[in-house]
Protein backbone atom coordinates (compact mmCIF):
# COMPACT_ATOMS: atom_id res chain seq x y z
CA UNK A 1 0.00 0.00 0.00
CA UNK A 2 2.98 2.27 0.34
CA UNK A 3 3.55 2.77 -3.45
CA UNK A 4 -0.19 3.92 -3.51
CA UNK A 5 0.08 6.62 -0.84
CA UNK A 6 3.76 7.54 -0.48
CA UNK A 7 6.54 8.76 -2.98
CA UNK A 8 9.01 6.45 -3.50
CA UNK A 9 12.35 6.63 -5.48
CA UNK A 10 13.75 4.89 -8.34
CA UNK A 11 16.91 2.59 -8.23
CA UNK A 12 17.94 5.51 -10.89
CA UNK A 13 17.00 8.07 -8.23
CA UNK A 14 14.00 9.54 -9.63
CA UNK A 15 11.33 10.31 -7.96
CA UNK A 16 7.80 8.35 -8.62
CA UNK A 17 4.76 10.00 -7.00
CA UNK A 18 2.66 8.43 -5.12
CA UNK A 19 -0.38 7.03 -7.23
CA UNK A 20 -3.11 8.11 -5.16
CA UNK A 21 -1.87 11.67 -6.74
CA UNK A 22 -1.87 10.58 -10.27
CA UNK A 23 -5.31 11.11 -11.38
CA UNK A 24 -4.73 8.56 -14.94
CA UNK A 25 -4.11 5.95 -12.39
CA UNK A 26 -6.10 6.84 -9.68
CA UNK A 27 -8.82 6.95 -12.48
CA UNK A 28 -8.06 3.46 -13.93
CA UNK A 29 -8.23 1.88 -10.68
CA UNK A 30 -12.02 3.21 -9.57
CA UNK A 31 -12.97 1.84 -12.67
CA UNK A 32 -12.56 -1.59 -10.69
CA UNK A 33 -15.06 -0.89 -8.54
CA UNK A 34 -18.00 -3.60 -8.86
CA UNK A 35 -16.61 -5.19 -12.02
CA UNK A 36 -15.40 -8.85 -12.49
CA UNK A 37 -11.84 -9.52 -12.28
CA UNK A 38 -12.02 -9.89 -16.37
CA UNK A 39 -13.37 -6.92 -17.62
CA UNK A 40 -11.43 -4.44 -19.21
CA UNK A 41 -10.68 -2.01 -16.25
CA UNK A 42 -9.18 -4.87 -14.41
CA UNK A 43 -6.62 -4.97 -17.95
CA UNK A 44 -5.53 -1.08 -17.50
CA UNK A 45 -5.15 -1.90 -13.18
CA UNK A 46 -2.57 -4.28 -14.09
CA UNK A 47 -0.34 -2.31 -15.32
CA UNK A 48 -0.27 0.17 -12.54
CA UNK A 49 0.09 -2.32 -9.75
CA UNK A 50 1.80 -5.13 -11.54
CA UNK A 51 5.39 -4.16 -10.22
CA UNK A 52 4.19 -4.59 -6.67
CA UNK A 53 2.31 -7.72 -6.92
CA UNK A 54 4.82 -11.37 -6.39
CA UNK A 55 4.37 -12.94 -9.78
CA UNK A 56 3.19 -16.42 -10.44
CA UNK A 57 5.38 -19.60 -10.96
CA UNK A 58 4.77 -21.11 -14.33
CA UNK A 59 3.54 -23.69 -12.60
CA UNK A 60 0.65 -22.51 -10.68
CA UNK A 61 -0.42 -20.11 -14.15
CA UNK A 62 -1.18 -23.38 -15.63
CA UNK A 63 -2.80 -24.99 -12.62
CA UNK A 64 -4.92 -21.88 -12.69
CA UNK A 65 -5.58 -21.41 -16.44
CA UNK A 66 -9.01 -20.75 -16.86
CA UNK A 67 -9.64 -19.86 -13.44
CA UNK A 68 -10.23 -16.95 -11.65
CA UNK A 69 -7.30 -14.84 -10.46
CA UNK A 70 -5.55 -15.98 -6.83
CA UNK A 71 -7.40 -14.68 -4.12
CA UNK A 72 -4.60 -12.61 -3.05
CA UNK A 73 -4.37 -10.54 -5.94
CA UNK A 74 -7.92 -9.62 -6.19
CA UNK A 75 -7.98 -8.21 -2.44
CA UNK A 76 -4.92 -6.33 -3.76
CA UNK A 77 -7.09 -4.15 -6.23
CA UNK A 78 -9.90 -4.69 -5.00
CA UNK A 79 -8.27 -2.11 -1.69
CA UNK A 80 -6.51 0.09 -4.04
CA UNK A 81 -9.13 0.73 -5.91
CA UNK A 82 -11.32 1.97 -2.70
CA UNK A 83 -8.32 3.66 -1.60
CA UNK A 84 -8.15 5.67 -5.08
CA UNK A 85 -12.12 6.38 -4.99
CA UNK A 86 -12.43 7.95 -1.45
CA UNK A 87 -12.99 11.21 -1.64
CA UNK A 88 -10.48 14.41 -1.52
CA UNK A 89 -10.64 14.97 2.23
CA UNK A 90 -9.57 11.66 2.72
CA UNK A 91 -7.22 11.09 -0.44
CA UNK A 92 -5.58 13.84 1.15
CA UNK A 93 -5.56 12.64 4.65
CA UNK A 94 -3.92 8.81 3.89
CA UNK A 95 -1.47 11.42 1.89
CA UNK A 96 -0.28 12.81 4.80
CA UNK A 97 -0.59 9.68 7.40
CA UNK A 98 1.99 7.34 8.50
CA UNK A 99 0.27 4.11 6.94
CA UNK A 100 1.67 2.18 10.32
CA UNK A 101 -1.04 4.59 12.27
CA UNK A 102 -4.06 2.88 10.44
CA UNK A 103 -2.78 -0.56 11.81
CA UNK A 104 -5.27 -2.48 13.90
CA UNK A 105 -8.40 -1.29 12.66
CA UNK A 106 -10.81 -4.20 11.61
CA UNK A 107 -13.40 -3.60 9.26
CA UNK A 108 -15.58 -4.41 12.41
CA UNK A 109 -13.65 -1.08 14.56
CA UNK A 110 -13.97 0.69 12.00
CA UNK A 111 -18.02 0.62 11.44
CA UNK A 112 -18.26 0.78 15.25
CA UNK A 113 -16.16 4.20 15.01
CA UNK A 114 -18.19 5.33 12.59
CA UNK A 115 -21.67 4.66 14.75
CA UNK A 116 -20.33 5.67 17.96
CA UNK A 117 -18.29 8.57 16.97
CA UNK A 118 -19.07 10.07 13.63
CA UNK A 119 -23.25 8.86 13.92
CA UNK A 120 -23.15 7.73 10.46
CA UNK A 121 -25.32 4.53 11.16
CA UNK A 122 -27.68 3.88 14.38
CA UNK A 123 -26.28 1.04 16.43
CA UNK A 124 -28.63 -1.70 14.71
CA UNK A 125 -28.27 -0.50 11.46
CA UNK A 126 -24.41 -0.66 11.52
CA UNK A 127 -24.73 -4.16 13.02
CA UNK A 128 -27.22 -4.90 10.14
CA UNK A 129 -24.77 -3.86 7.69
CA UNK A 130 -21.53 -5.89 9.15
CA UNK A 131 -23.91 -8.56 9.47
CA UNK A 132 -24.85 -8.68 5.40
CA UNK A 133 -21.27 -8.17 4.66
CA UNK A 134 -19.92 -11.25 6.95
CA UNK A 135 -22.77 -13.27 4.98
CA UNK A 136 -21.47 -12.76 1.37
CA UNK A 137 -19.32 -15.14 -0.67
CA UNK A 138 -16.69 -13.79 -2.13
CA UNK A 139 -17.94 -11.93 -5.49
CA UNK A 140 -20.89 -10.68 -2.35
CA UNK A 141 -18.00 -9.24 -0.50
CA UNK A 142 -16.21 -7.31 -3.27
CA UNK A 143 -19.36 -5.93 -5.10
CA UNK A 144 -21.04 -4.79 -1.18
CA UNK A 145 -17.72 -3.97 0.28
CA UNK A 146 -16.94 -0.71 -1.09
CA UNK A 147 -20.01 1.44 -0.56
CA UNK A 148 -19.61 0.96 3.28
CA UNK A 149 -16.18 1.88 2.90
CA UNK A 150 -16.41 4.85 0.79
CA UNK A 151 -19.33 5.94 3.43
CA UNK A 152 -17.07 5.21 6.45
CA UNK A 153 -14.19 7.46 4.52
CA UNK A 154 -16.07 10.26 3.61
CA UNK A 155 -15.74 11.25 7.67
CA UNK A 156 -12.17 10.07 7.35
CA UNK A 157 -13.11 7.05 9.87
CA UNK A 158 -10.25 5.06 9.98
CA UNK A 159 -9.57 1.96 8.30
CA UNK A 160 -6.51 -0.48 7.95
CA UNK A 161 -5.73 -0.64 4.25
CA UNK A 162 -3.12 -3.97 4.63
CA UNK A 163 -5.70 -5.62 7.26
CA UNK A 164 -8.38 -5.44 4.92
CA UNK A 165 -6.36 -7.09 2.08
CA UNK A 166 -5.67 -9.88 4.26
CA UNK A 167 -9.07 -10.97 5.29
CA UNK A 168 -10.48 -9.83 1.57
CA UNK A 169 -7.47 -12.33 0.58
CA UNK A 170 -8.62 -14.84 3.06
CA UNK A 171 -12.26 -14.83 3.42
CA UNK A 172 -13.23 -17.91 0.91
CA UNK A 173 -10.86 -20.10 3.48
CA UNK A 174 -11.40 -18.39 6.71
CA UNK A 175 -14.90 -16.27 6.50
CA UNK A 176 -16.69 -17.50 9.53
CA UNK A 177 -13.64 -16.45 12.00
CA UNK A 178 -13.15 -13.25 9.67
CA UNK A 179 -16.75 -12.21 10.51
CA UNK A 180 -16.82 -13.79 14.22
CA UNK A 181 -13.72 -11.00 14.37
CA UNK A 182 -15.74 -8.33 13.04
CA UNK A 183 -18.35 -8.71 14.56
CA UNK A 184 -16.91 -9.18 18.24
CA UNK A 185 -14.91 -5.73 17.48
CA UNK A 186 -17.68 -3.77 16.24
CA UNK A 187 -19.51 -4.98 20.07
CA UNK A 188 -15.71 -4.54 22.07
CA UNK A 189 -14.96 -1.16 20.41
CA UNK A 190 -19.02 0.41 20.80
CA UNK A 191 -18.65 -1.16 24.67
CA UNK A 192 -15.50 1.27 24.68
CA UNK A 193 -16.63 4.55 23.03
CA UNK A 194 -19.88 4.00 25.46
CA UNK A 195 -17.44 3.70 28.39
CA UNK A 196 -15.47 6.92 27.17
CA UNK A 197 -18.90 8.51 26.63
CA UNK A 198 -19.91 8.19 30.30
CA UNK A 199 -16.94 9.01 32.03
CA UNK A 200 -16.69 12.91 30.02
CA UNK A 201 -20.12 12.97 29.84
CA UNK A 202 -22.50 10.96 32.82
CA UNK A 203 -25.41 12.50 32.14
CA UNK A 204 -25.62 11.94 28.25
CA UNK A 205 -27.10 9.17 26.98
CA UNK A 206 -25.84 7.22 24.27
CA UNK A 207 -26.81 8.77 20.93
CA UNK A 208 -25.26 5.33 18.96
CA UNK A 209 -28.41 3.19 20.50
Given at each position: ?A?L?Q?TT ?7 P ?5 PG ?9 G ?6 AWDR?WG??I ?11 R?LAG?AI????R??V???A ?5 PP???A?D ?10 H??G?SL??G??E ?10 S??I???R???DG ?7 TV???R??QV ?12 D?RR??R?IAK ?6 HR ?7 I ?5 P???S???
Amino acid sequence: MAALTQDTTTTTGDLLPALLKQPGPRADLKRCLGQRSDSPAWDRAWGHLIAYLPEQPVSDRRHLAGHAIPDEQRAFVTVAAMICAQPPAARAHDLQTDPDRQRAHNLGVSLAIGVGERHLYTRDTGLSRLILLSRQNVDGLHRLLPGTVQHLRGTQVPVDWVRLIGDLADWRRHRRDIAKWWIQDYHRTLHRIDTINKQTNPNAESETA
